[in-house]
């Protein structure tokens, strides 16, 4: 079945530090794939998406490009800010089956001043 | 404003009382679900449902049921709570008009099991 696996944290940056999450993914079909964060207290909310291969995905200054060949989807920001401090999800789904999503386990990142 | 709302969003209750956790969105989504979070897990999903009338088991089910009377609700009813029931919840809605873009998810509802 589906899955994705992403780096356990946390991760602990200074603010302005170039940051990486990695995730890798495996599908049956042919995914889109997804990185939400979800701020303390709060419920998840997408950050960025990218549909196909070679797509990159980027918003509030992170990025992260669809990686076909090495199954991967990985987050990154090039200046971390304390207001980035939050817990991250990589997900994917399917174009068959439910729809439904398939999330990692979350890598929750830390930044301090 | 497009939302999904959870009630309540804080629970305490004892073992074994019956309690329903309410889930409404009011974006005309067809696809509803239910996820519970816990720290090392991550997020896990307990129930989903395509349309009215139509649910199925999501990757950790025991000890839940659903129901999808009408398309915005989706209550999630735990007959009998057990303290590893103690968890944060989360409901999500989307749509298969959107079906490669995002879902939408509830503020979560903290739930603890004596």
């Known amino acids: 079945g589906d899955s994705v696996t992403q780096m356990e944290g946390p991760v602990t940056l200074s603010e302005e530090a170039f940051l990486t999450i990695n995730c890798t993914y495996t599908?049956?079909?042919?995914?889109?794939l997804f990185w939400y964060v979800q701020y303390p207290g709060e419920g998840l909310q997408l950050l960025l998406k990218?549909?196909?291969?070679?797509d990159k995905g980027s918003n509030k200054g992170f990025e992260a490009t669809y990686r076909k060949e090495t199954t991967s989807f990985h987050l990154e920001k090039g200046s971390v800010q304390v207001s980035d401090s939050a817990v991250y999800f990589c997900?994917?789904?399917?174009?068959?089956?439910?729809?439904?999503?398939?999330f990692g386990r979350g890598t929750s990142l830390i930044v301090h001043p | 404003e497009a939302q999904v709302t959870q009630n309540p969003r804080y629970l305490i209750t004892v073992t074994g009382k019956k309690l329903t956790v309410t889930c409404s969105q009011n974006?005309?989504?067809?696809?509803m679900s239910w996820y519970r979070q816990d720290p090392g897990l991550g997020l896990r999903q307990i129930y989903y449902?395509?349309?009215?009338?139509?649910?199925d088991k999501g990757d950790v089910p025991e000890g839940y049921k659903v129901s999808r009377k009408e398309k915005r609700n989706f209550p999630l009813i735990l007959e009998s709570p057990s303290p590893n029931q103690t968890s944060l919840y989360f409901c999500?809605?989307?749509?298969?008009?959107?079906?490669?873009?995002?879902?939408?998810f509830g503020p979560g509802t903290r739930l603890t099991v004596l």
């Open positions: 999500a809605s989307s749509s298969p008009s959107l079906a490669r873009d995002e879902q939408f």
């Open positions: 599908a049956t079909g042919y995914p889109s």
């Open positions: 990218a549909t196909k291969a070679d």
């Open positions: 997900a994917l789904r399917t174009s068959g089956g439910s729809y439904i999503p398939t």
């Open positions: 974006m005309n989504h067809e696809y």
């Open positions: 449902s395509m349309n009215v009338e139509v649910t």
